[in-house]
């Protein structure tokens, strides 16, 4: 499963309020992804880091942030949760090397009320 | 940026029968993913491909990099392939992946005893 957790798994909040989801990885990987999944979107990118400080927004980062201060951590924040947000969030690694494969956390459900 | 279109959406077939799902994409690619996602369950990546053909166990994944599409194919189908199967291409030809993946809306695969 390449070591990656995500917290919460569940959350349940309320319009306007800051809510951080955490990806957590234990093997080094250079490369972090976080996207959402949506019914009749599917999967999409949200934002992505490819080192410790160093992100890069997705195709629907508006109304997201991202930090990585430390290499097995990237963390998610919707600084103003709408129910627009309402999703499933996944986070995913990759290592180094441009044909190696992206695994996924166990993901994220997002509520916002 | 890459755009990606699976085909069909549903597919519901008997116990036994040979699956077929397609993918296309739109522009050049370094690799190919197919992931699979069972229902409310996590997303598990099944092929990373660049040419030619992969196979493991009784699933089979192709891809014609001049024609930019790619099958994935199920023998002997069984209740359990019963999940969502997803491809996915990277962002950007130039990224290689780094810069994360873009995914068609997934095939909704159901297979009855």
């Known amino acids: 499963d390449a070591g990656i957790t995500q917290s919460p798994r569940h959350k349940v909040t309320e319009t306007g309020t800051p809510v951080t989801l955490r990806c957590h990885q234990t093997?080094?990987?250079?490369?972090m992804y976080w996207y959402r999944q949506d019914p009749g979107h599917g999967l999409r990118l949200i934002h992505y880091s490819y080192g410790v400080k160093d992100t890069d927004k997705g195709e629907v980062s508006d109304g997201y942030s991202v930090s990585r201060s430390k290499t097995e951590d990237f963390l998610l924040t919707l600084e103003s949760a709408t129910s627009s947000q309402t999703s499933v969030y996944f986070c995913?690694?990759?290592?180094?090397?441009?044909?190696?494969?992206?695994?996924f956390g166990p993901g994220t459900r997002l509520t916002v009320l | 940026k890459n755009e990606v279109e699976q085909s069909p959406q549903n597919l519901t077939a008997q116990e036994g029968e040979f699956i077929t799902i397609n993918c296309s994409y739109s522009v050049g690619i370094s690799a190919l993913h197919w992931l699979q996602q069972h229902p409310g369950g996590g997303i598990v990546s099944l092929f990373m491909?660049?040419?030619g053909k992969k196979k493991h166990g009784r699933l089979i994944a192709t891809i014609n990099i001049q024609e930019k599409h790619s099958s994935l194919h199920i023998t002997a189908s069984h209740p359990r392939d019963s999940a969502v199967y997803i491809c996915?291409?990277?962002?950007?030809?130039?990224?290689?992946?780094?810069?994360?993946?873009?995914f068609g809306k997934g095939t909704h695969l159901i297979i009855q005893p």
């Open positions: 093997e080094n990987h250079r490369y």
């Open positions: 996915a291409v990277p962002v950007s030809q130039s990224g290689g992946g780094a810069d994360g993946l873009t």
């Open positions: 995913a690694i990759k290592s180094s090397g441009s044909y190696n494969e992206q695994f």
């Open positions: 491909l660049s040419s």
